[in-house]
């Protein structure tokens, strides 16, 4: 038991949280964001560090995240303020980022989030884009959901 905790002191020692993205990190700043190989002018914005790890795993994804620490939930109590998006607008003020993706889960707080972030987004020359909601992969039309459908219709694209 006395070794686990140790154990357990050691790592909440090292972890903390890198001081651009927020994401979960050993060092001040992130892997990712010390990566100068990733795509400095992508942004992708998600709520918390297990999304970042969840889009790392596709490996479709080159750019550098954002992460708010949650998202607007009045229920909850947690206003934009308690999110990192004063830190968001202050990576975009230098211009370098020239598109910024909303990966903020799709559910009526992430939607809050994103619709809420959107607004001061447009104001600069960024283009702001919202990651496709998609039916299931290896699923059924016919059990689908309707905003699952819905949403698959809207963010349909040519082939
Ligand atoms: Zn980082």
Known sequence: MSHL???LGEVRERVRFCE???NVSEQDRCTIC???????????????AKDVAA????REFRGLYHVLGGS???????????????QLMQRLADGTVQ???LATNPNLEGEATATYLSRPLHTLQITVTRLASGLPVGGDLEYAD???LGRAFEGRRSV
Do not use: F, K, M, Y
């Open 5 to 7: 905790s140790e154990l």
């Open 20 to 22: 651009i993205c927020g």
């Open 146 to 148: 309707e905003v699952t």
């Open 72 to 86: 607007i939930s009045p229920i909850a109590g947690i206003g934009p303020d308690d999110l990192r998006i004063a």
């Open 99 to 101: 598109e910024v993706i």
């Open 55 to 58: 889009i790392e795993r596709t």
């Open 34 to 48: 010390r990566d100068p190989r990733r795509n400095q002018t992508l942004i992708c914005v998600v709520e918390d």
